[in-house]
C-alpha cells in the first residue's frame, strides 16, 4: 500500500517502524560481508556492520527505491528485477529482498547502537546542512576523519557548536540506553535533531549570546575539551574568525570554570590509603575528635626533634625476663630554640651611656692598673695578677698573645655578640611571679663571663629625681652602683636588667675593669650554668627604707625573705684577721678565767665521781660530800656556761650596732670563782673589734691592735686582782688594816699587786695555764688599797690611749676578697641599689 505513493520519502514515512526495521534487517543481512554475523534482531544486525557499509547500503536502498516504477510497487510482493527464480514459484532470493525501498531512520539519524561517536558527528553535519542524497554521497566520498576545515561564517561556528552539543548529547544517551533503548534512543535523536534545528535557527537570528553559551555549555559537558578556545577540538578543525574575537570577551567566564573543569584527583590515590592522618591516629574516634586531639597535642610538641618515645613507647629492659619499662630520658633536656619574648618599654642599649653631668664628674684614675706576667704555660689561670685584680689583660698589661691568654672576658663577649643566639648564650624568659628573667642557652664554664649590665650611667642626684619622678610607681628598678658614685640605670640596657635575684644564686655580679675602664659584668658561679637554668645573682639589694622592702619569691632553702642586704659571712668563712681576733679573744677569754674552756672540757669528758662502797657511816658521809662537791661543780659550770651565752649575745648585738668601730664595753656577767665556792661575777673591760682585712698592711695594724689590746687585758685583769699568778710570781699578801678593798672584788678575792707583779704579770700573762680549781690556792690574794688605787690610774689610761689607738685605725675595709679592689659605695647613700661584689 505505501509502496504506491510515487515519492519514495513519502513511501518511507508510510512505512511502520517494524517494517522499516524489518526490511532494513533482511536488506543489511543480504548486504553485509561474511565477516558480520547473522543478525538475530535489529539491534543485533546494526551491531555488526561496520558504519561505512551499513552507509552504502542505505545511499544504494535509496537510489533503487527512487529508480523502481510504481507498477513494481503494486504487487504485493515485490519482485526482484533480477531475479530470475521468481519465474519458477520459487521463494525470491535474498538479493532480490535487497530491492525494497527503504532506509534505516537509526543510522540516518546516527543514532544506531554502538555506532562510534566520530560517525555519529559526521552523519550529524551531513543531516543538518543537506538533503539525504547529498549526506550518502558524502559519507561515501569521505571519511569523516580526513576532511579538512572549510572557513565559515558565524552561522557556521554557531551550528558547529550545536553539532558537538548533539554529538555530545548522544553519546551520552547512547551511554545511558537500557534494554528498550530502540525505541527510546530513535525518540531521543529525534527530540535532538528538533531541538537543534530550532537552536540553530534561534541562533542565525541574532543570538550572540546562544552562540558563547552553546560553546561554554559543549565545552563543560566533555572533559576532553579544554576550556580554551585554542585548545578547544572545534577550533583546532577551523581558523579563527570574527566569532573567536567576540568570544575572547567571554575569557573571563571561562578562566572561571578553568578550577572547576579541573579533574579532581584523590589525594589518596597518589598519597597512599593512610594519607592525612598522623601517627597516632586512633581509629575508634571519628576525624573531628582526631584532628582535635592532634591539635591539642601540637601545643604541647616541641618543634626540634622528635623524642624517642615516638619510636617506641616502652623499651624492653635488658634483663633476660624481659620486662618492659617505660622510655626515660637519662637527664633533662631542654628545647633550645629562642623562643622570642617580647618586653614592652624595654629599650635596648649595648654599651653604657653617660646622662647629664655624669660624663663631666666621671673621673679616670690613673693610677689604677695592674700587670701580669704570666707565662704562656699558665695562660693567665688562677694565678694571674690580672685576674686576681679583676682587670681584663690586653696588649698593654699582659705579654701573652690572646690565643694564649685566658683572662680577656670582655673580648670574648665581643666576639660571642656577633655569633648566633647561641654563642650570645642568654634570653628573657617569664618567671612565676617575679616578671621577667633570663636564663641560658647553653653551658657556662664557672666563672665565665655571660653578659654585661650595662645602661645609663647617672650621677646620684639623677637617680634620686628620677626615682621621685619616673619610678615613683614601679615595682621594678634597675639600678646598680657603680664606680665614682654614679649609678647604673639599666631601665634602658642589656639583657641582664632582667637577672632576677636569688638568696643560692648561680652567678655573680662582679665590677670588671676592661681597657682602664670599669664595668659591671655577670659571671657564671662556682657551679658553673647549665643550659636552660635560670641566671640569678645575689642583689645584696638596699631597699633604702622599710616600706620599699619587697618579699623575695626565690623559692631556695636559705632564702632570705625579702629582697634585702646579704647577711654576715659565718665565722668559718671569716678572713684571717677576723679568725685572729676571734683565737685572741679565746685566749683572753681563757686568761680571765671564763668558764668557757672548762664547761667545754667538762661537757666532753665529764669528771667522773668517786663513790665510796659500804654502809657505814664513814662511807655515808663520803659520799655524801662528794655529792654535795659535784653538784657545786656542775653549779658552777652550768652558770659559766650561761654568762658566756649571754655575753656572747651581747657581743653579736654590739657588733650590729656599731660594725668596724673599737668599742669598749663592759661585761658584767664573767664569773669567777671565790674561795669558798660562791659564784661572783667581776666586771671586765674588753675591747670589741670587729673588722675584716682587705688591703694589705690591714693585717699588719690588726695585729698591732690585737697586740695593745692583749696588753690591756692583762692589765685590767691583774688589776682585777685575777687570781691564777703562780705562787712563785705571786705578789706578798699584804697586812696593813688600811688595805682597801677593790670596787669590784669581795674581801677576799683580790690579790696583793706590786708593779713588778704587774710587770711580771703582762709579760708572762699570755703563757699561763691557769688551774681554776680553789683548793689549789691556800691564801687568798689580796689587795693593798693605795698601791692598788696607783695601779688602777695607770692602767686606765694605759686603757684610753688604746682606744684611741684602735679608733684612729682605718676603716676602709669592706666585705670583700683580701687583695681584690673593690670599691662600692656605702649601701646607706643610695636608694634601692642592688650592689655588686
Ligand atoms: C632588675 S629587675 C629584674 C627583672 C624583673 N623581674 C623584670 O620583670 O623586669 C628587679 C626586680 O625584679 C623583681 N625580682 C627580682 N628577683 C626577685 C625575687 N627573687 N623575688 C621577687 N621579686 C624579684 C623585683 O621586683 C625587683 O625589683
Not at 544506531?112 to 547529498?134: F, M
Not at 570554570?257 to 597516632?280: F, I, M, N, S
Not at 642586704?565 to 671569716?574: A, C, L, N, Q
Request: net charge positive; hydrophobic share 30%; aromatic share 6%.
Amino acid at each position: 500500500m505505501a509502496e504506491r505513493d510515487g515519492s519514495p520519502l513519502s513511501t518511507s514515512s508510510m512505512l511502520s517502524n517494524n517494517a522499516v526495521q524489518h526490511t532494513s534487517a533482511r536488506a543489511t543481512s543480504s548486504a553485509s560481508p561474511p565477516i558480520s554475523t547473522p543478525p538475530t534482531s535489529l539491534d543485533d544486525g546494526a551491531s555488526v556492520m561496520s558504519e561505512i557499509t551499513k552507509l552504502e547500503q542505505t545511499t544504494e536502498l535509496y537510489e533503487e527505491a527512487s529508480a523502481t516504477p510504481l507498477a513494481d510497487a503494486q504487487d504485493s510482493t515485490p519482485l526482484p528485477a533480477h531475479d530470475t527464480s521468481n519465474s519458477e514459484g520459487r521463494r525470491p532470493s535474498r538479493s532480490s529482498r535487497k530491492s525494497v525501498i527503504t532506509y534505516n531512520v537509526q543510522i540516518l539519524a546516527g543514532t544506531a547502537i554502538h555506532t562510534p561517536t566520530k560517525y555519529l558527528e559526521k552523519h550529524h553535519t551531513n543531516v543538518l546542512h543537506g538533503s539525504l542524497e547529498e549526506l550518502a554521497t558524502k559519507s561515501n566520498d569521505t571519511p569523516a576523519k580526513k576532511r579538512t576545515p572549510k572557513p565559515k561564517v558565524n552561522a557556521t561556528g554557531a551550528i558547529d557548536s550545536a553539532e558537538e552539543q548533539l554529538a555530545a548529547e548522544t553519546a551520552q544517551a547512547l551511554r545511558r540506553r537500557t534494554s528498550s533503548r530502540g525505541t527510546d534512543l530513535r525518540k531521543e535523536a529525534l527530540r535532538n535533531l528538533t531541538g537543534v534545528g530550532e537552536a540553530v535557527a534561534t541562533s542565525l537570528a541574532g543570538g550572540k549570546s546562544f552562540v558563547s553559551k552553546g560553546l561554554r555549555r559543549s565545552a563543560s559537558d566533555s572533559h576532553l575539551k579544554s576550556a580554551t578556545s585554542s585548545a578547544s577540538p572545534s577550533s583546532s578543525r577551523r581558523p579563527r574568525t570574527t566569532t573567536d574575537t567576540a568570544d575572547e570577551d567571554d575569557t573571563d567566564a571561562t578562566s572561571e570554570q578553568k578550577e572547576y573543569l579541573k579533574p579532581k584527583t584523590k589525594a589518596w590515590l597518589k598519597q597512599g590509603l593512610y594519607v592525612g592522618q598522623h601517627r597516632d591516629f586512633d581509629a575508634r574516634l571519628s576525624e573531628t575528635q582526631n584532628r582535635a586531639k592532634k591539635r591539642s597535642r601540637m601545643k604541647k610538641e616541641s618543634g626540634v626533634l622528635p623524642l624517642p618515645m615516638f619510636a617506641g613507647g616502652r623499651l624492653l629492659n635488658e634483663d633476660p625476663r624481659h620486662v618492659y619499662r617505660h622510655f626515660k630520658l637519662p637527664f633533662d633536656t631542654y628545647n633550645p630554640l629562642p623562643r622570642k619574648v617580647k618586653v614592652d618599654g624595654w629599650v635596648k642599649l649595648s654599651k653604657n651611656r653617660f646622662i647629664g653631668d655624669a660624663s663631666a664628674l666621671w673621673k679616670r684614675d690613673k693610677q689604677d692598673s695592674s700587670q701580669c706576667y704570666c707565662d704562656p704555660e699558665d695562660g693567665c689561670g688562677e694565678a694571674c695578677h690580672n685576674r686576681i685584680m679583676a682587670y681584663e689583660c690586653d696588649s698593654t698589661n699582659c705579654r701573652l698573645t690572646p690565643e694564649e691568654c685566658g683572662n680577656r672576658p670582655f673580648a670574648e663577649l665581643k666576639r660571642r655578640g656577633k655569633g648566633n643566639g647561641y654563642d650570645y648564650g642568654v634570653e628573657v624568659m617569664e618567671t612565676e611571679g617575679r616578671g621577667y628573667g633570663v636564663r641560658a642557652m647553653r653551658t657556662f664554664q664557672p666563672h665565665q663571663i655571660i653578659v654585661e649590665y650595662a645602661g645609663e650611667i647617672i650621677t646620684q642626684s639623677e637617680c634620686e629625681r628620677r626615682m621621685k619622678q619616673i619610678y615613683k610607681k614601679d615595682k621594678c628598678y634597675y639600678l646598680m652602683s657603680f664606680d665614682n658614685k654614679m649609678i647604673i640605670d639599666a631601665t634602658r640596657g642589656t639583657i641582664a636588667r632582667f637577672v632576677n635575684h636569688s638568696c643560692e644564686p648561680n652567678c655573680e655580679m662582679i665590677k670588671w675593669t676592661f681597657g682602664g675602664e670599669p664595668r659591671m659584668a655577670l659571671f657564671a658561679g662556682s657551679r658553673g650554668v647549665m643550659t636552660g637554668e635560670e641566671l640569678t645573682y645575689d642583689y645584696n639589694f638596699d631597699p633604702f627604707s622599710q616600706k620599699n622592702i619587697q618579699e623575695c619569691r626565690c623559692g631556695t632553702e636559705s632564702c632570705r625573705g625579702v629582697l634585702g642586704p646579704k647577711p654576715k659571712k659565718p665565722v668559718e668563712e671569716r678572713s684571717i684577721a677576723s679568725a685572729f681576733i676571734a683565737g685572741t679573744k679565746r685566749k683572753l677569754q681563757d686568761f680571765l678565767g671564763s668558764g668557757r674552756a672548762r664547761s667545754e672540757s667538762n661537757a666532753d669528758s665529764p669528771k667522773k665521781r668517786k663513790i665510796y662502797m659500804g654502809n657505814s657511816a664513814t662511807t655515808k658521809v663520803k659520799n655524801l660530800d662528794a655529792a654535795t662537791k659535784a653538784a657545786h661543780e656542775q653549779a658552777e659550770v652550768d652558770a659559766a656556761e650561761h654568762s658566756r651565752q649571754i655575753a656572747s649575745r651581747e657581743d653579736r648585738a654590739l657588733k650590729r650596732s656599731s660594725a668596724l668601730t673599737a668599742s669598749k664595753r663592759l661585761r658584767p656577767t664573767i664569773m669567777r670563782r671565790t674561795v669558798k665556792g660562791s659564784l661572783k661575777s667581776t666586771r671586765t673591760t674588753t675591747v670589741s673589734l670587729q673588722r675584716k682585712v682587705v688591703k694589705p698592711g690591714a693585717l699588719k695594724a690588726v695585729n698591732k691592735s690585737a697586740r695593745m689590746h692583749a696588753a690591756a687585758r692583762r692589765i685590767n685583769s691583774a688589776m682585777n686582782g685575777r687570781k691564777g699568778l703562780a705562787p712563785s710570781k705571786r705578789p706578798s699578801t699584804p697586812t696593813s688594816d688600811s688595805d682597801v678593798k677593790d670596787d669590784d672584788s669581795d674581801e677576799d678575792t683580790s690579790p696583793n699587786i706590786t708593779p713588778a707583779s704587774l710587770r711580771s704579770a703582762s709579760k708572762d700573762g699570755r703563757k699561763r695555764v691557769f688551774n681554776f680549781d680553789s683548793d689549789s690556792q691556800a691564801t687568798p690574794p689580796r689587795l693593798n688599797a693605795k698601791r692598788g688605787e696607783a695601779t688602777r690610774a695607770t692602767a686606765v689610761n694605759k686603757i684610753r690611749s688604746t682606744q684611741q689607738k684602735l679608733a684612729s685605725t682605718p676603716r676602709s675595709l669592706h666585705d670583700t676578697g683580701a687583695g681584690v679592689k673593690k670599691s662600692f659605695h656605702p649601701a646607706q647613700s643610695r636608694p634601692r641599689t642592688m650592689r655588686g661584689r
